[in-house]
């Protein structure tokens, strides 16, 4: 396990040094630099000027590229041109509310999504199992941007019962521990700074694990029908096992295994969706940061992030393959 | 005739006139099951023999309750022990399932469930039907492992299916179905996915668990080699139906029906014969009439003639007695010359 672990690490060496090539070059290609953004469109070139060396982005693009390796194995990715400061305290503030909002929208897509999928499956064929498949067809089909905006709209906007943006009422003036504000509310007995945080949390992490949700709706469905067939099942049922312990032990617990593979696929897919979210909800998480840092041609920003994001989502994979190494022993047998 | 036939006459199982019809939505209904009766007795090894697709594993599951509710029919009756099985409560049959009829299946790696210890599929059973404290019931599926012959049970116990063999597999299913000692096992081709040499292995210990226990058992298989080893009564399948029913001995002796001599001619005996050419049977078990027009078994019998492709006043090909202790269903039976018994005539007769 431990070398697994260990050699799964190791692979991140390479994975990290191809991706920060790719975004150097990449945002280096975007029309406009950051100086254009910092300085208007009509800017002097003698300003353009000024400000690139300033920047240290007059140099060849194979010593910055050095440069910047060679400070970011040291957790240090500059400062960001458009807050100024240092891109790493930046990450650490706000990755937590990124965090916040991918597990709260996960909880929604699985425990909504099991349930619906397992009772869809024992119902096969009914009102309950046509309409829980059609929903799933068009929850994966609709838009997290659109799906966001309406949501916001409708519950934040027209009748007002959740908040519709930010992480936490400002007049809260919660202390800040981990930068996980829930979190941080438990840890300091501030109950009502927790749960001004949960509410902030409701609409996006709906929006966020709308996909989610569905998908697991599907995979459940599919996998429950399959595991009551298997000869195991059989087996159980030949016991004269009660119905509620061949449930639990013996379709269950197998038929999660594909889900959970599944649940382990979208974690690339919620950060992602992340993004968009945090975009609609002004969410102070790492994906309107970047959102930001787009169009103000923040290279710093945007370097550090998305790589530091790259080794949050690698981390959060190896996580996934441990925990389904727990689940199934065929597994952790290799 | 068996000197089992003298056993106390209460059966503890009676199967009669027992058919399932699948009905599945836009699919003709197949007769899976088409009128199979008998009985078995304590103590007794019944064997129910016949090519793949005949319809035994459905009799099994029909015999057990374990068909699934919807899209299935089944008519007639199973009496266990006394007791009405067909249209019996779910809650009912869960109480006798495990406890006091257990089953044994073909595919010892699928029928285990593979993310769960051996030794919690063994103790969830005794748990279920017995009032025993967690710790006891571990040290009883110790004792059950050693049993049935796995070394070291207790390291066993903590190992997944895919830690096992196919040979271990297959005693730690039969540990399970032998947990609460069931008055009647029903073993569904036990032997069929494993090497040669296990399946012997896996045949005597069967039968040595039989012997001790006085447990019925009911012994499904496409293999007569297996019935020449265990069985004392036979039934032969074909299409559904039970086609010739005789004591082991005479069957292997003087089948009646095309089908069991061409069973038999088919495979390797082991009590002489070493020199007999082996002959398969014509066609495939998917070149068969329906029933009601004939003889199912016709377009592959080398005895057939018109009159076993229809029905003859009114009836189809029925089961009939056939001597002391045998049944027949057949218009043109196999005929040995000298008969000391002199009843070998009735299905030539008709
Ligand atoms: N679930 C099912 N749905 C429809 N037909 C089935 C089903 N299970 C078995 N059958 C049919 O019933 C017949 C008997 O099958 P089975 O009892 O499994 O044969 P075997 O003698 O090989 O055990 C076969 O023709 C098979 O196609
Ligand atoms: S009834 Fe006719 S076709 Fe059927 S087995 Fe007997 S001889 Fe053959
Ligand atoms: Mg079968």
Known sequence: MLRFIVRRLLQLIPILLGLSVLLFAWLRALPGGPAQAALGERATPEAIARYNELFGLDEPILVQYLRFLGRAVRLDFGTSARTGRAVTTEFF???????????????????????????AARRHGSWLDSTSVIGSLL???IPVFFLAYLLRLLFAVELGWLPGSGRQDVRMDATRITNFYVLDGLMTREWDAAWDAVLHLILPAIALGTIPLAIIVRITRASVLDVVNEDYVRTAN?????????RRRHIIRNALLPVSTTIGLQAGLLLSGAVLTETVFAFGGVGSAIYDALFARDFALLQGFILMLAVVYVLVNLLVDISYGLLDPRVRAR | MQPLSAMPAEPVLEVEELAVRFTRRGE????????????????????LVGESGCGKSVTSLAVMGLLPRRGVEVSGSVRFQ???????????????RGADMAMVFQDPLSSLNPTVPIGTQVTEVLLEHRDLSRKEATDEATGLLDKVGIPDPRRRLKEYPHQLSGGMRQRALIAMALACSPRLLIADEPTTALDVTIQAQILELLRELVVDTGTALVMITHDLGVVAGLCDR??????????????RHDLFARPRQPYTGGLLASVPRLDGG???????????????????EGCAFAPRCDNAQDDCLTEVAGSTVSLEPDGPGRELRCRHPIQYPPSPAGATALGAAR
């Open chain 1, 93 to 119: 503030e706000r990755m937590p509310g990124t965090v916040e909002l991918t597990v709260f929208a996960l909880i929604f897509a699985v425990g909504v999504g099991i349930p619906l999928g397992y009772l």
């Open chain 1, 139 to 141: 929850g994966v089909a």
């Open chain 1, 238 to 246: 030949a016991k004269g096992l009660a119905m509620s312990t061949v």
């Open chain 2, 28 to 47: 003709q209904p197949t007769r899976a099951v088409d009128g199979v009766s008998f009985t078995v007795a304590p103590g007794e090894t019944v064997g």
């Open chain 2, 82 to 96: 006394g007791q009405e099985l067909v249209g019996a409560p779910d809650a009912t049959l869960r109480r006798l």
């Open chain 2, 234 to 247: 036979v039934h032969v399948m074909y299409a559904g139906k039970i086609i010739e029913t005789a004591d």
């Open chain 2, 274 to 292: 070493r020199g007999a050419p082996l002959t398969p049977i014509r066609g495939s078990a998917r070149d068969t009439i329906p029933w009601a």
